[in-house]
């Protein structure tokens, strides 16, 4: 933009020249002319230069703010595919101190503002295990269904399988580029730990979670202006993932990891892993008894927001709020007891929903369509609700006798499944 210039000044006609004193009037009013022309210039000059430097989308991809601001102007008279670019607290406004400008552990700095940026699909570990170029398919197969985010497993123990001083990170970086690429946010669920790290007895974590919250804040490094979402292990209420489950035990792996990310990463976003559908059996640990558990041993204060796996299949979320006690309703109740703990403002993201289509207990196509449809539409009916991964894009293969293989969008071949189009209306 070129500064705006002061008009010229004509020359009195010799007629109206009366004298010292108008010449010094005049003089005057030119010198306040010139001023007031510079001081616009240089006003306007800072307005491009604010205009065009540069801020970070929820990628974390450098894009200019400049046609962010245009994106939104454009989007007011055409509707867009994509979401356009987010400002995030690493922008100008929030570096200036702008009251506008949302904090950190806030979901507008996510800009995650409608359902549709909220729509993500869950990979479980299938995505982290898959070849270079299953994964190149596979990340650019959920970008095109419609998805804004995927969730997938960074396992600790490929990164750093025999000590802390040995990384590989070629899994990890792999699947962030090919995010980049295709326009996909990354949620890194960090967990499995090592054999040196006590991962034997210790699952998800380590025996020692102080070796945890270490591993965690290389991530978070390394992945600053690439990965906002950190999820910190899957299930710690299930036997599955950690060898004893205890809240005790998780509340110090929050306290040790959440001040240590931050510091890594202020706009680093951290989740409270996945807390799983459980009962008080076999040393599993119910959602309710465990997240009261993490209050009462200090966690408060310590995670962004909570992940939840809700699953209800057979059933629709809204039948099992009313006749169930595990999946869908039991996350409405650790939702009420974050709100009496003071931490209403904290979101809960849902990084696994989903039902089989066939093995024992599965579903018909249908119904797993007719579950995720139901299953958004009340989720877009919270103001506390993050992302929503649906569990998952591709079934792990075609075994009759296990339900685990069923849950994709496409089969182990690649067809869609009637919950595809389901799923990729509801991303665009």
Not at 390 to 395: G, I, L, R
Request: charged residues 20%; neutral net charge.
């Amino acid at each position: 933009m070129t500064p705006t210039q002061p008009p010229p000044i004509e020359p009195l006609p010799p007629a109206h020249r009366a004298g010292p004193r108008r010449a010094v009037v005049a003089a005057v009013a030119l010198i306040v002319v010139l001023v007031a022309g510079v001081g616009a210039g240089v006003a306007i000059g800072r307005e491009h230069s604010t205009s065009t430097s540069s801020t970070t989308t929820t990628t974390g991809v450098r894009t200019p703010a400049g046609k962010a601001q245009r994106c939104t102007k454009h989007k007011r008279k055409k509707k867009r595919k994509k979401p356009c670019p987010a400002t995030t607290p690493s922008s100008t406004a929030a570096a200036s101190g702008s009251p506008n400008a949302p904090p950190p552990g806030n979901l507008a700095s996510l800009n995650l503002t409608d359902l549709h940026s909220k729509v993500g699909l869950s990979t479980g570990t299938q995505l982290w295990d898959a070849n270079a170029t299953q994964m190149d398919s596979e990340i650019s197969g959920i970008a095109s269904s419609g998805a804004k985010w995927v969730r997938t497993s960074l396992h600790w123990s490929d990164v750093e399988p025999t000590s802390a001083a040995h990384d590989d990170w070629s899994r990890a970086d792999r699947i962030v580029s090919d995010a980049q690429h295709d326009g996909v946010n990354v949620i890194f669920d960090i967990g499995n730990a090592p054999d040196w790290a006590g991962g034997a007895q210790a699952g998800e974590f380590s025996n020692n979670p102080q070796l945890y919250a270490d591993f965690a804040t290389k991530v978070a490094t390394r992945y600053r202006d690439t990965v906002r979402v950190f999820e910190l292990g899957n299930e710690p209420n299930h036997t599955h993932y950690v060898g004893t489950p205890d809240p005790a035990t998780y509340a110090t792996v929050l306290r040790l990891s959440y001040p240590a990310i931050k510091a890594a990463d202020p706009n680093a976003f951290v989740l409270v892993g996945g807390v799983g559908g459980v009962k008080d059996t076999g040393g599993d640990v119910d959602p309710l008894s465990f997240v009261r558990g993490l209050y009462e041993h200090g966690a408060k204060g310590y995670f962004d927001g909570l992940a939840y796996h809700p699953y209800t299949y057979p059933e629709l979320p809204a039948q099992e709020i009313s006749t169930g006690d595990r999946g869908w309703s039991r996350m409405l109740e650790v939702r009420a007891l974050m709100v009496q703990n003071g931490d209403s403002g904290k979101s809960i993201w849902i990084t696994e929903f989903g039902a089989p289509t066939s093995g024992p207990g599965g579903v018909s196509q249908q119904q797993q369509a007719a579950i995720m449809q139901n299953g958004f539409q009340l989720w877009n009916t919270y103001s506390w609700g993050g992302a929503m991964c649906w569990f998952s894009y591709e079934d792990k293969g075609n075994d009759p006798s296990t339900h685990k293989d069923w849950f994709g969008i496409v089969d182990s071949s690649g067809a869609h499944k009637s919950s595809y189009a389901t799923f990729a209306a509801l991303g665009r």
